[in-house]
């Protein structure tokens, strides 16, 4: 995170304790409201060059629809995430030399945490001249691929339990380990004894 150049307040639970700690958050972005807006975005220019590193051939299918139909003018690839992926040194790199040798401007990386900021983090000096997007299942929500949770859902700040309840075998263990990481840095936080600066010495943040 500390070499993001610009670092998005996304969790409820994280935006809560930012702001309980004192930091001047402007509000919560989702990677699926960043990802909304550039889908929709009619300020995409040729000189762009888009690259998905998605989850199926299905959602490469509609990565290219949506494409041939909003920005024919760009272009825009889409490639699926082999099995593994992230264990794979060699597919990794081929794989960052392959974005660089494209000309990327915008990669989304829509393969989940962590794999898509491990990605980012090992091989982002090899991709210097595009923004790296780790944005998980947002692009197939956008896309009309998976359903979006009702507007109560997000009112609550529930998301989290509704996408549970969809796919809890995936990512029951993840929102588990998620919850302890989480509960040991805040404690580790406190512990410390420093009183928290404004968000904007800390980071830039997107809004």
């Not at 000189?47 to 920005?71: G, K």
């Not at 075998?169 to 928290?196: C, P």
Request: include cysteine; charge should be neutral; aromatic fraction near 10%.
């Amino acid at each position: 995170m500390r070499s993001a150049d610009l670092i998005t307040c996304d969790g409820f639970p994280v935006a809560g304790y930012a702001r309980w700690r004192g930091c001047k958050l402007p509000g919560r972005v989702t990677g699926r409201e960043v990802v909304d807006d550039l889908l929709t975005s009619t300020l995409l220019g040729p000189e762009h060059r888009l690259f998905f590193l998605v989850d199926s051939v299905e959602t490469a299918m509609a990565v290219s629809e949506w494409a041939a139909r909003h920005c024919p003018q760009i272009d825009c690839h889409a490639e699926v995430a082999p099995m593994g992926f992230g264990s794979d040194a060699d597919y990794c790199g081929d794989l960052a030399t392959r974005i660089r040798e494209f000309g990327a401007t915008i990669l989304f990386l829509c393969v989940g945490a962590p794999r898509s900021e491990l990605f980012a983090a090992r091989y982002r000096e090899h991709m210097p001249d595009c923004w790296i997007l780790c944005v998980g299942q947002s692009v197939k929500l956008s896309l009309g691929l998976d359903q979006k949770p009702p507007a109560v859902v997000e009112k609550l700040h529930v998301e989290w339990l509704w996408r549970l309840g969809r796919e809890p075998r995936r990512l029951f263990r993840r929102y588990v380990t998620g919850v302890i990481g989480f509960a040991m840095a805040v404690i580790d936080d406190i512990g410390s004894g420093e009183h928290s600066r404004p968000a904007s010495q800390d980071m830039r943040i997107y809004n």
